[in-house]
């Protein structure tokens, strides 16, 4: 774990901007600096505590929010866009999004998480079980912000190989799905200074998720690492956590961990068939909690997901195989 003592360059300011979610405790929302104006770099939550706070870092580094210039948002989860609106109304002009995550936005969050739902229901959830982690995800308690106040923010979208200005210094845009179907990294090579939102963190590994049956999103995942491994920047601004020295090597250590979590799955299913609810339950989760019933709902929402991502790794590698069994999804090992 390469992530202590980082010097961080003038023009960065890192604000800890507090959270209502407790595995996280804060996101990690970058001022880019110069001497007359801001831009941010992911907006944070919808909240009083997470505004207030946002609000007195930048007064204390002696900027007004009047001169904010743009938000760049990494991704569309709750903790990195939701407090965009808020943020609009008070004046930044520009609000910057990556296009497969801007296109999700306008189909409706709420459908998005629904249609992950009732797929978690197809792999055996119970129904019940699924209705409560509705009520309980982070974002379906902010569904009217992704609903209303959200879809009045003029987006600018940004995908693979563009380039932006943030306060007269350039950064390459690069997709890398696997988050989130359009999360964005933003990359100054001058620098060697990379801001992977939540594509790569440390010591945490970010979800990845299955959300619809024709993605593949852990294996898009792991291409993404494999791309910003490549790069060998110096220095990696993630969204939560501390800076990492080495982004490269935090790359691979993320792709091996996948590996090992693949083998894990596999080597359930080759004693038994089960459904991916049986699988997420038996997976030896990084987590404190002693059983499935300790799991928060929100959290056993990302291990069902999660599940499935690498089952459907698995099936595209012509190592498991699902098969229906009373209208139940059942997964086997090949």
Known sequence: MENT?????????????????ESLKYINVYMITDNNSFSLIDAGMYNMRSFHELSKEIKKLGYKISDMESVIVTHFHVDHITLSPVLYSLGASDFYLGLKDAKVLKKGFDKFINKALKIYVNHGMPPGEANEISKAHPAMRLVDVYTNDLQE????????????????????????????????????????????????????TPQITLTDENTDPLTDYINSLEKIASLNAKL???????????????????????????NEILKLISKTPLTGYEIAKKVKWRASYNSWEEYPYAERFFAMGETLAH????????????????????????
């Open 153 to 204: 923010i003029p987006w600018i979208t940004l995908s693979s190989d563009s380039e932006i200005d943030i306060q007269g210094l350039k950064f390459k845009v690069l997709e890398v799905p696997g988050h989130t179907p359009g999360q964005i990294n933003l990359y100054n090579k001058e620098e060697g200074i990379i801001f992977t939102g939540d594509h790569i963190i440390d010591p945490i």
């Open 236 to 262: 990696a601004f993630s969204g939560h956590r501390e800076p990492i020295l080495n982004p490269s090597k935090r790359a691979n250590e993320i792709i091996k961990h996948h590996e090992e979590r693949l």
């Open 5 to 21: 003592s980082v010097e961080i360059p003038s023009w960065i300011h890192r604000v800890k901007v507090p959270i209502p979610i």
């Open 311 to 334: 089952l459907k790794r698995l099936e595209v590698l012509n190592k498991a195989e699902k098969v229906e069994m009373k209208n139940i999804y059942v997964w086997k090992a090949i």
